[in-house]
C-alpha cells in the first residue's frame, strides 16, 4: 500500500470533502439525465426510457444518501458512539438496496401490464435513440470516475455508489437496443427492454441489501482475510499461538478481537508489550479500525480452571506463615498461577543460610496442595 493511500485514510477531513466533490458531479449528471429520459421517454412514448429515467431518479436519491451518510459517518466516535459513526455508512447501504428493489419491482410490473395491451405496442420517437445514447456514455463515464476515486479512498459506500452509475451505463444499453429494435420495427423490443431494466435495478439492489445486512449483523471478514491476519498475530514476537480470533466489519475497515498466547511467566509489563506491538502491526498491515488484544498465559482448553484458587493476599500470608526462616526479611513475591496450582517465587534477605531456604520451601510444598513449587531467592545486592 502507498503513502498515498495513508494519506487518505488518516486525513478524515480529507477523505470526506473528496467523496463529497465525487458526489456532487454524480448529482449533477443524474439530474440532467433524469430530467431529459422522463421528458423524452413521456413525449417520444418509450417505456424503456421512462424506465431508465426512474433508474436515475433512483440513484439521484442514493446520492443524496451517500452525501448524509458520508456526512454523519466522519463524525469522530464519542460517548454515544464509542466506536465511531461508520455504521451509519453500513444502514445507508441497505436503505438504498431496499429503494432499488422497490423501484425494480414497480418497473417490472408496469411493463408486464403494458405488454398484455396491444395498443401499448407503438413506434417510439428516434429521438429518444439519442436520449439513450446519450446516458449511456454518460454513465459509463461516471462509473469510472467514481471508482476510481472509491479504490483510492478504500470507501466501500463509494464504491457501491459506482457501481449503480455501472448498472445504469448496462441498463442504457438494454434501453438503446429496446429503441433500436421499435424503431426496426419489432415494437415489443422498447417494453421487453423496459422489463429488463427493471429485473437490473432490482438485483443491484438486492445485492447490496444483503452485503450491508450481513455486516449489521456482525458477520465475521471473509476467510482469506482473516487467515491473513492470523498469520500476522502469530509472526509477533513473543506471541507462541493464538487461541481465539473474532473479526466483524464497521463501514470499511474491521475491528478484531485476539486470544495469544504467550511464555507464563513473563511480566505484566512484557505481556503487554507483545500486545501493543500485535495490535500495531494487524492495525497497520491490514487497515483494520481497532484490535483488541487479550493475553493469554497457557492454554486455556486444557488448564484445569483456577477460579478457585484463593487471591494474592490470602497466599501472601500463608507463604509468611509457613516460612519458618530465623529472619524471614522478604522483599518480595512474585505468584505464576498455572495449570490449576500456584507457583511462588519468593526474594529473600542475604541474612539465611542456603539449607534453611531450602528446608523451608520443602516444608510448604509438602503441607500444601495450592503450590505446585516454590522458589527462594537470596537478594544479595543493596537495596
Keep these: 500500500m502507498s503513502d498515498h493511500h495513508h494519506s487518505h485514510r488518516h486525513d478524515p477531513a480529507e477523505r470526506f470533502a473528496e467523496a463529497q466533490n465525487v458526489t456532487w458531479v454524480s448529482v449533477a449528471v443524474n439530474v440532467v439525465l433524469t430530467v431529459l429520459q422522463i421528458v423524452i421517454g413521456i413525449i417520444g412514448k418509450s417505456q424503456a426510457l421512462v424506465a431508465d429515467g426512474m433508474h436515475s431518479l433512483s440513484d439521484l436519491l442514493s446520492d443524496f444518501l451517500v452525501l448524509f451518510a458520508n456526512r454523519h ?8 458512539h464509542p466506536y465511531g459513526h461508520g455504521r451509519i455508512e453500513t444502514a445507508t447501504t441497505l436503505a438504498l438496496g431496499v429503494i432499488l428493489m422497490g423501484t425494480g419491482a414497480t418497473l417490472v410490473w408496469g411493463a408486464a401490464q403494458r405488454l398484455q395491451e396491444p395498443t401499448a405496442l407503438q413506434q417510439v420517437h428516434v429521438m429518444t435513440l439519442w436520449i439513450a445514447l446519450l446516458t449511456l456514455f454518460g454513465k459509463e463515464g461516471l462509473f469510472h470516475y467514481m471508482r476510481h476515486v472509491a479504490r483510492k479512498l478504500k470507501s466501500r459506500m463509494l464504491e457501491a455508489n459506482a457501481w449503480h452509475a455501472r448498472g ?5 444499453l438494454v434501453v438503446v437496443a429496446g429503441i433500436g429494435g421499435n424503431l426496426a420495427g419489432i415494437t415489443s423490443l422498447d417494453l421487453l427492454a423496459a422489463a ?52 466483524r466489519r464497521m463501514g470499511d475497515r474491521a475491528l478484531i478481537d485476539a ?29 483494520a479500525l481497532d484490535v483488541m488484544v487479550h493475553i493469554d498465559p497457557e492454554d486455556d482448553a486444557q488448564t484445569k480452571r483456577i477460579s478457585h484458587l484463593p487471591p494474592r493476599d490470602e497466599l501472601v500470608r500463608q507463604l509468611e506463615n509457613a516460612l519458618e526462616l530465623p529472619d524471614r526479611n522478604i522483599h518480595r ?34 503441607q500444601d496442595n495450592i503450590f505446585s513449587h516454590i522458589r527462594l531467592y537470596q537478594e544479595i545486592a543493596p537495596e
Design 73 to 80: 459517518s466522519a463524525k469522530h466516535a464519542d460517548s454515544a
Design 168 to 172: 445504469d451505463a448496462a441498463s442504457s
Design 196 to 247: 429488463l431494466v427493471a429485473a437490473m435495478i432490482f438485483r443491484m439492489g438486492w445485492k447490496q441489501a444483503h452485503s450491508a445486512l450481513m455486516e449489521l449483523i456482525d458477520t465475521g471478514l471473509d476467510e482469506k482475510e482473516v487467515e491473513a491476519i492470523r498469520q500476522t498475530l502469530i509472526d509477533t514476537p513473543g506471541v507462541l499461538g493464538l487461541h481465539e480470533l473474532r473479526t
Design 259 to 287: 486470544h495469544v498466547l504467550v511464555e507464563p511467566r513473563i511480566s505484566v509489563s512484557e505481556g503487554h508489550h507483545i500486545a501493543e506491538n500485535a495490535r500495531a502491526r494487524v492495525v497497520s498491515i491490514h487497515d
Design 333 to 366: 513475591i512474585g505468584l505464576h498461577y498455572l495449570e490449576g496450582r500456584v507457583e511462588a517465587d519468593i526474594f529473600v534477605g542475604a541474612n539465611n543460610t542456603a539449607s534453611q531456604l531450602v528446608l523451608a520451601a520443602q516444608s510448604i510444598e509438602s
